[in-house]
């Protein structure tokens, strides 16, 4: 029966081991100092070697060499090998995972081991297990009979419970490094008696992401594909899915304003296999790997990519501006919540491409506003020899806090700070005779500067860059005393610009020389409430009736 090439070249010894040295050196010390421990957690992603390390492991302790253990060679060590090992029992806790497993397991362990040193139980995929079962486990797994251990396997981690973590010696496995799947594959080939290019190679290693099993298992598809030599092109035409290597080239287009070679390559990436959400939730991925890198010290910490391809993304990130990466984030995402229930996806995210080809500016340009999302229409520029008018006051409110009406022949039509009277001879003095009103407009904007907006909001995207959607959603309104008003054009702008408040204050403060306090409010006409009119606005009301005129002397009486 043809074995898989993962299987097929699964290493024997630790001296086979791709990557992974830390875990390496930590175990063979142990094996060689008699030090190896009851109960072992090896934590990873996908195919980084966590159930090849266990039977490693397990082949060490139950070695017959006289030497460095694992040999690979002894009867031990070729009976673990092919499974029939009597003292190494393999469970899989996705398929038992419940309390009766666990029982059983507990049953078994009282029993000492037939033909080996120790007995070893590998459960692999362990985070499977129900609560009873981690519960029924905990004694065994701290106190388990002499010559018994664990080696427990998992690739989620933050999903056993502390108890569990705390009784066994963690070992984190690291995704292993493309120059190291590179070298190992490249000794397959030669071993295999098949070509293969520097670039197929770097090509394979980008895409398995620092796991050697989908590495190998695209090397055995590329392998089984083309008998005489594998090429870059091999490599291209038989991948199904869109790897990094895809992804940075079609947000590059995008973000050149490449609508029509996105389109294509969305065409030759769909035609490949790859199913449209899918396509969807990788690039929203993607972009969320690029919006981290620009602040992260360590992304590795973080990121479920390998370092390769870290500093790939890093060198995009670079190049694109951070509202770019925000806009489209919250783009793909809205396409991929509307193809959740549409019998056409693909339409969908060939539509969200053509807009975020062409409605996105270049890198560092201003974002033309939607016209559904207009900010109203700014007052008409005065004559310079035409005075300013005084702000019309507001109007008096009664004790509930509602607007008191005013009767329509008492409105001043006067300015609001009104001129002291003069006589009658004095009218027609010239404007220059009479006293300046005092203008408490004139006075603030002489003590608080012009803002720029825009230049506000690049100092406060230093400090949280989800700020960064807000030029292009929003607009200064005005300026008072002891406050600055801005008028945005969505509710989800609105709910950033509340969470960055602290951020937008303190670039306001240092533009404007004190402090000043955000007062956030919907734009008139945009999904926001208008405002009141003001009472010289309003239409007026009726005559009133003798009725209401009596009922009115009544209660002035």
Known sequence: ???????????????????????????????????????????????????????????????????????????HCTAIRDGIFVDVIEIDAASNNGVENIRELRESVKYPPSVGRRKVYIVDEVHMLSAGAFNALLKTLEEPPENVMFVLATTERQKLPATILSRCLRLDFKRVPAETIKQGMRGICAEL??????????????????????????????????????????????????????LIALTDMVSGGDAAGALLRLDRLLSEGMDERQMMKDWIEHFR??????????????????????????????????????????????????????????????????????ERPADGQAAPKPAMQAAPAAPAERPADKP??????APPLSASGFVA??????LPAEPATPAPRVPATESAAPPAASPAPADP?????????ALDWRAVVAEAVKKSPMLARLPDRSELAETGEHS?????????????????????????????????RMVCRMAEGVRGTPKPMPVQDRPPEPPATPAQAAVQISFDS
């Open 1 to 75: 029966m043809y074995l898989a090439l993962y299987r097929r070249f699964r290493p024997e010894t630790f001296d086979r081991v791709f990557g992974q040295e830390h875990i390496v050196k930590i175990l063979t010390n142990q094996l060689r100092g008699g030090t190896v421990g009851h109960a072992y957690l090896f934590c990873g992603t996908r195919g980084t070697g966590k159930t090849t390390m266990a039977r490693l492991l397990a082949k060490g302790v139950n070695c017959l060499s006289e030497g460095e253990r694992p040999c690979g060679a002894c009867a």
């Open 193 to 246: 008696g098949v070509g293969v290019t520097e670039e197929a190679l770097a090509l394979l290693a980008a895409n398995a992401d620092g796991s050697v099993r989908d590495a190998l298992s695209l090397l055995d598809q590329c392998v089984s594909g083309e008998a005489n030599e594998v090429t870059r092109d091999t490599v291209l035409e038989l991948l199904g899915s869109p790897g990094e290597e895809a």
């Open 289 to 358: 790997n690029l919006m981290l890198l620009r602040h992260l010290k360590r992304p590795e910490d973080v990121l479920n990519l390998s370092v390769e391809n870290i500093e790939k993304l890093k060198e995009q990130s670079e190049r694109l501006s951070p509202s770019f990466v925000n806009d489209s984030i919250f783009a793909l995402a809205g396409t991929l919540n509307d193809a959740r229930w549409s019998t056409q996806p693909r339409v969908l995210l060939e539509v969200g491409i053509i807009r975020m080809a062409t």
């Open 388 to 393: 300013a008018e005084a702000p019309a006051p």
């Open 405 to 410: 009406p005013q009767p329509e022949q008492v």
């Open 441 to 449: 407009a004139a006075a603030h904007a002489q003590a608080v500067p």
């Open 484 to 516: 600055f008003a801005i008028e945005v054009f969505d509710e989800i702008t609105k709910n950033v610009a509340e969470d960055g408040r602290e951020f937008l204050e303190d670039a306001v403060a240092r533009a404007a020389g004190r402090s000043l």
